[in-house]
């Protein structure tokens, strides 16, 4: 089974993949229709591969559930709710 999301962030493949296309959607934008709009759609998928790649680098897992732990741990214990 092909995962696409190991360890709270994409996979390497997906993250080149996302790069190599948004990079060939660009140039067809460019070279053939000189459209605006396809070049930035190539430049937005591009940027979503280059953002991953670099969250990849600095070890941050933006599809992590851990802020589940951190909102748990905010919450008051029926102990500490009782007391004045």
Do not use: H, Q
């Not at 092909?2 to 934008?29: M, Q």
């Not at 680098?57 to 992590?64: R, S, T």
Request: include cysteine; charge should be positive; charged fraction near 25%.
């Amino acid at each position: 089974m092909i995962k696409i999301i190991e360890d709270g962030n994409f996979s390497g493949w997906l993250r080149t993949l996302l790069c190599i296309v948004g990079a060939v959607v660009v140039y067809c934008g460019v070279r053939y229709e000189r459209s605006i709009l396809i070049m930035t759609l190539g430049l937005a998928i591009a940027a979503v591969g280059g953002f991953a790649s670099r969250a990849k680098m600095l070890k941050i897992k933006p599809f992590d559930n851990s802020y589940k732990k951190a909102r748990d741990s905010y919450r008051v214990k029926d102990d500490e709710e009782n007391k004045p």
